[in-house]
């Protein structure tokens, strides 16, 4: 099975929660959905992403695919009156996000833009020296980080493709 952050993460994640039942997932592949859906068991798995958002199981949208594509299954997971969850950034450009912020509010339904990555202890280890001027004035940063699921390298070809896509 591929990695992915809606396998690694968001899946895993939602399972531990008691308030959500996963009912659906959809990736790009019949076969890929098949096996996630068999793997987690989640009763329905798509490889068109639009017909799931219209399945009547579906309440909550969590999209977790790469930026270019969050605007338009945002949207149409709002249109089909479902609540979003939509991993960091909301859309690829001010305007998009606008819109679907816009659209929600006209449907009455929740939204939710995932950062996650702010509570992290990587974060909070350099964001603390900083913040009590241990550090002085920084001008520059730059932060390396691996993960289980990606390795201990990271490819460059990897990064470049935008490796936190799991459709």
Excluded at 132 to 148: D, F, N, R
């Amino acid at each position: 099975m591929r990695s992915g952050w809606g396998r690694d993460a968001h899946i895993p994640a939602l399972s531990a929660l008691p308030q959500f039942e996963i009912t659906a997932v959809s990736t790009s592949r019949q076969e890929t959905a098949d096996e996630t859906a068999r793997h987690f068991g989640i009763p329905h798995a798509f490889a068109d992403p639009y017909k799931m958002v219209q399945h009547p199981d579906v309440e909550l949208v969590s999209i977790c695919v790469r930026v270019p594509f969050h605007h338009q299954l945002g949207i149409a997971a709002l249109n089909a009156g479902k609540h979003l969850y939509c991993e960091w950034p909301l859309a690829a450009t001010t305007e998009q996000a606008q819109q679907m912020r816009d659209l929600a509010v006209r449907k009455g339904v929740h939204r939710m833009v995932g950062l996650q990555a702010r509570g992290a202890l990587a974060f909070s280890r350099v964001r603390d020296p900083v913040a009590e001027g241990y550090i002085g004035k920084v001008l520059s940063c730059t932060m390396i980080v691996t993960t289980p699921t990606w390795g201990a390298e990271f490819a460059r070809d990897t990064f470049l493709r935008g490796a936190a896509a799991s459709r």
